[in-house]
């Protein structure tokens, strides 16, 4: 008891001359010594330097076999101890191999709240790493934290278990654990979006959605979200007042936008109006690129009708967004890919020439960037339109403005000493032929009587060759 009530008020690195009677006392044949001992070992166990001399001097052997004591508050510390041991990266191998996740998954199904929590706790910092993500499928975890995740009545519990569940569904191997261990084809998914509808707290919500966005990194999980009715409570979280929850709707939604199939159901379903509205928040530029990235990933489906995109008044927010300059550069490179992919598209390449993106687009390809994609991006933009007569209209107006205009960028892009990328060299020179073979005799004479562009031209082709 004493040393129980020392610990708990004053953790501190301790000696194992300290820590052995400690051990010694958690063998004793009274429960009450055990749970004042085990007590002790938990509160100590908060710090990095006890974690790992509790399990250096075999204490995690003791708290195992005290695991399977039928006395509750036994088993309460014991796991309790082991939660915060598993908390260190050098401990989570130790306590897998020494036969803990078999009982720990046992008391994740306790009665008892309190031993439930600690349990699925201990769970939960197995799953960091990856290795032992297959010992606890083996353990059979993973139906106990579907069931808690979807069931428990304790917040903290449930939390621990969603969480545990997407850190298992962070990579592809875990993916198909879970896949494998569904006794329903659509046990998981199902559970977690009916999670959703029920008042839950910020945190739990949030952790939800985010094991939606992992699990959905496949794509037998993209279509099976949406057929279970997942972008109805997907909507709604997109007016939420906590910017990281809608962060994390969105990082969701750009997994689910990858399934072709998806795009009608997300455009019918009202999405496209909320995620312009949130395009122009330079200051979150996670949020901005999980938006343009789903709305890429739609738009790269050319056969069907982007009317839709149009009228959400995507290409409004899109040209605030490349125009403000507290937009980062990672932000910037996104915008123009996603017009890249826009201008491939017979509907919306219009859109881009009409409301002046060309402008936008020359004053990102002329001015060097930490990121050279955004640059390419806006080049291979340009490119694609070089080829429309609408856009050479824009193109004639912009040849020398703004910053050296179309004609500066090419020049710069190809010209070796300037630049390097020779991907945006290549994409320099294809803009300046097409221009040349075009219609526009205008444009024959001002790229043929430009001695330093025929030149970069010439060089281009060069290093293209070599």
Known sequence: TAF?????????????????????????????????ASAALGN?????????LIVSMGGLDLLVRQMLSPNTSAQINSVGCITNLAADEENKLVIARSGALVPLTRLARSKDQR????????????????????MLVEAGAVPVLVDLAGSATDEETQYYAVTALSNIAVDEGG?????????????????????????LKIKIQTQIVLTLRNLACDPRYQAQVVEEGGLDVLLPLLQSSYTVLITSTCACLRNLSIDSRNEEPIVSGGFLPELADLIPQADEPDLQCHVI???????????????????????????????????????????????????????????IVELGFCKLLVQVATR???????EYNALLTLGTLASKELACDEFARLWRTPGGGIRGSLVKCMTLDEYKDTNARAVSAWIAKTLLQGRRQDFVERITSDAQLMAAIEEADKAKKV
């Not at 100590?44 to 790992?52: G, H, M, P, Q, V």
């Open 293 to 351: 990235s789903t709305i890429r990933n739609m738009a790269a489906n050319s056969s069907t009708d982007k009317q839709a995109f149009i009228e959400a008044g995507l290409f409004d927010r899109i040209k605030t967004a490349l125009a403000d300059p507290r937009t980062q550069t990672r932000v910037v490179s996104e915008l123009v890919a996603a017009l890249s992919v826009f201008a491939l598209n017979s509907q919306l390449w219009r859109p």
């Open 368 to 374: 060097r960037c930490e990121n050279g994609e955004a």
């Open 115 to 134: 031993v439930q929590r600690n349990a699925t706790g201990a769970l939960l910092n197995m799953t960091h790493r990856v290795e032992l993500r297959q």
């Open 4 to 36: 129980n009530e020392i610990s708990e008020y004053d953790v501190r690195p301790i000696t194992a001359e300290a820590l052995e009677p400690m051990l010694y006392l958690l063998q004793s044949a009274y429960v009450d010594v055990q749970h004042g």
């Open 44 to 52: 100590l166990a908060r710090i990095t330097e006890n974690k790992r």
């Open 175 to 199: 993916r198909r654990f879970l896949w494998e261990s569904q006794q329903q084809p659509s046990q998981l998914t199902g559970m977690l979006v009916r999670a959703l509808h029920r008042p």
